[in-house]
């Protein structure tokens, strides 16, 4: 079964460094999204791919937050400098096809512990 | 911005109960999602819901869309431990295809055997 790929898995660094996480959508996945989950809450949207174009980055924080998806394929999230207030989980997941009416496939996600 | 809130945030119960977990949106939504988190995993679509008042099952998990679109259920009849995990709801609002999802803070499970 098709698996949305995330990398690393876990991330520990110091506050002002930079970090930079990877995902690769299920092959075919035109929609790519990644989510910021703190701890206790539910997944927030950072950032929203339609193939390589930027649909929806209201909620990116664009001080430190960048996000590309170059080919319309696989993404990357890097922020720099992390602060304490970026530790959390960053989630991807894709949908098919370019209606955003369909299920969202998750990855594992990456943690990120900011020290 | 739109709002959804989830009640309650934990819900503990012995094997065998019911339980009830309940979504509401600060506006009207085209469609509500449901998702399950395991502990330590990521969140596993269960359903879509579109239509108003729409009441879908899903062997003993029974989902409910309210009549104005602003509020939906999800009910778990005879709970296993299997049941064990985090459920949230995630309301898209109308007016564009490619809007968001929004999703609520989620309903703890736990199960006690």
């Known amino acids: 079964e098709a698996e949305v790929a995330q990398s690393p898995r876990y991330k520990i660094t110091e506050k002002s460094q930079a970090v930079a996480f990877w995902c690769d959508p299920i092959?075919?996945?035109?929609?790519l999204y990644w989510y910021r989950q703190i701890l206790g809450q539910g997944p927030e949207l950072l950032v929203q791919?339609?193939?390589?174009?930027?649909?929806?980055d209201s909620q990116l924080p664009k001080d430190r937050f960048s996000a590309e998806r170059l080919k319309g394929v696989d993404s990357t999230l890097k922020i720099q400098p992390a602060e304490l207030g970026d530790s959390a989980m960053y989630l991807c997941?894709?949908?098919?096809?370019?209606?955003?009416?369909?299920?969202?496939?998750f990855g594992p996600g990456t943690r990120l512990t900011v020290l | 911005g739109q709002q959804v809130m989830q009640i309650p945030q934990y819900q503990h119960v012995q094997e065998g109960e019911d339980f009830t977990t309940y979504c509401n949106s600060s506006?009207?939504?085209?469609?509500i999602q449901w998702y399950k988190q395991r502990p330590g995993g990521h969140p596993v679509f269960l359903i879509q819901?579109?239509?108003?008042?729409e009441v879908k099952k899903q062997k003993r998990l029974t989902f409910q869309f309210g009549e104005a679109k602003k509020n939906s259920s999800l009910h778990i009849t005879a709970t296993q431990t299997t049941d064990v995990g985090t459920y949230f709801c995630?309301?898209?609002?109308?007016?564009?295809?490619?809007?968001?999802?929004?999703f609520g803070q989620g309903t703890i499970l736990t199960v006690h055997p």
């Open positions: 092959s075919g996945h035109a929609t």
């Open positions: 506006t009207t939504l085209s469609n």
């Open positions: 997941a894709s949908t098919q096809g370019g209606a955003s009416y369909n299920e969202q496939f």
């Open positions: 819901l579109v239509k108003s008042g």
């Open positions: 791919f339609q193939d390589e174009s930027v649909v929806d």
């Open positions: 995630a309301g898209r609002a109308g007016g564009t295809s490619y809007g968001k999802l929004t």
